[in-house]
C-alpha cells in the first residue's frame, strides 16, 4: 500500500503542472468475492487444501496524456488472502518443515501484487479505444501451512514388551509451521479495451494481463460494464460491475509451486478527472 501511495501522490502532482484538457487522471476500485481453487505446495507434492472464498478490495490509478510516444502509466494492486485446511493422505514438505500422513494441516495463502504497467493506446475515439502495454508484476506475501504431528519420542511405556506386542513410543505432539516467502517480480503483457454503447450512458470493458514462459504460466483478466452516472467538466464517475479470473501455475517462484485459480464478480466505481 505504500508503494502504492506515493506513485499515485506523484501521478496528482504530475497532472496539477499540466493543462487539465490535455491529461487525464484515472482512480477506482473494486469489491472483489472471489472462490480459490486448485493445489500448491514445493515440488514434490501439491495438496488441495479445500481454499475458502474471500473478499478483497482492490484499487487502480492511471494517467493519460498526449505525447504520442511516452507511454500512459498505470498502477494496480491485488490481494489473494485465502485460507484452508486437510488431513494429508501422503507426507508432505513445505518451508523446511515434514507434516506426516493423517496429518489435520491449515493453510493460510496470503499473497499480494502491484501492478506498475507502461501502454500506449493503439486506437482511441468516442465509441471504441484499445491498449496494449507492459506490465512489472511485483509480488509480495507470505504462504504458510500449520499442522499438529505426533513424533515418536522412543520411550516405552509397556514394563514387559513381547516379540508379538512390540514396544513404541508414546509420542509427542509438535505444532509444526512451514512458511514460503515470495517476493519477486514478473513481467506480462497488458491488453485492455472498452466500447461505448450510444445513448445508454453503458459500455463495455474488458481488460488482461498475460505471462507464458517455461517456468510460469500466469493469466489474470476480467471484463464487464460500466454506467456513467456522473459526467460533467471536473469529473467523470462510473459504477461497474464485472467478473475477474486469475489462473497461477508457478514452477519455483520462490521454491513455491501452485496451481490455482481465483475466480468471481466484483463491483466498483471509478473516477475520471
Given at each position: ?6 506513485v ?10 499540466v ?11 473494486q469489491i ?28 487502480y ?11 500512459n502509466?498505470?498502477?494496480s ?108 517480480i ?53 459504477f ?15 521454491n513455491?509451486?501452485t496451481d490455482?485459480e ?12
Open positions: 500500500m505504500k508503494k502504492l501511495a506515493y499515485v501522490t506523484a501521478i496528482s502532482l504530475f497532472t496539477v503542472d493543462k487539465a484538457d490535455t491529461v487525464g487522471l484515472f482512480l477506482g476500485g472483489w468475492k472471489n472462490e480459490a481453487s486448485g493445489v500448491f505446495g514445493e515440488q514434490s507434492k501439491l495438496i488441495d487444501f479445500n481454499l475458502e472464498k474471500e473478499q478483497q478490495i482492490n484499487y490509478a492511471a494517467v493519460e496524456h498526449p505525447f504520442p510516444w511516452l507511454p502509466a498505470r498502477i494492486t491485488t490481494t489473494l488472502d485465502t485460507s484452508g485446511s486437510s488431513t494429508l493422505t501422503q507426507d508432505f514438505s513445505f518451508g523446511g518443515k515434514v507434516f506426516s500422513i493423517n496429518d489435520d494441516v491449515t493453510a493460510n495463502f496470503n499473497v499480494n501484487y502491484i501492478d506498475y504497467t507502461l501502454y500506449y493506446e493503439l486506437f482511441d475515439n468516442d465509441l471504441f479505444s484499445i491498449d496494449l502495454g507492459l506490465t512489472a508484476r511485483d509480488f509480495d506475501g507470505d504462504i504458510t501451512v500449520k499442522g499438529l504431528t505426533t513424533i515418536d519420542d522412543g520411550t516405552c511405556n509397556d514394563p514387559n514388551p513381547s516379540p508379538d506386542s512390540p514396544c513404541t513410543g508414546e509420542g509427542n505432539s509438535n505444532t509444526l509451521v512451514g512458511k514460503i516467502k515470495t517476493n519477486k514478473e513481467p506480462m503483457l497488458y491488453v485492455a479495451t472498452n466500447i461505448n454503447l450510444p445513448l445508454t450512458g453503458l459500455s463495455a470493458f474488458a481488460q488482461g494481463d498475460f505471462l507464458f514462459v517455461d517456468e510460469h504460466s500466469l493469466s489474470d483478466y476480467q471484463a464487464g460494464l460500466s454506467f456513467k452516472f456522473v459526467d460533467n467538466k471536473a469529473v467523470d464517475l462510473n461497474t460491475l464485472g467478473y475477474r479470473i486469475i489462473k497461477m501455475e508457478f514452477e519455483d517462484l520462490s513455491l509451486y490455482l481465483f475466480k468471481g464478480a466484483f463491483a466498483g466505481v471509478s473516477a475520471h478527472f
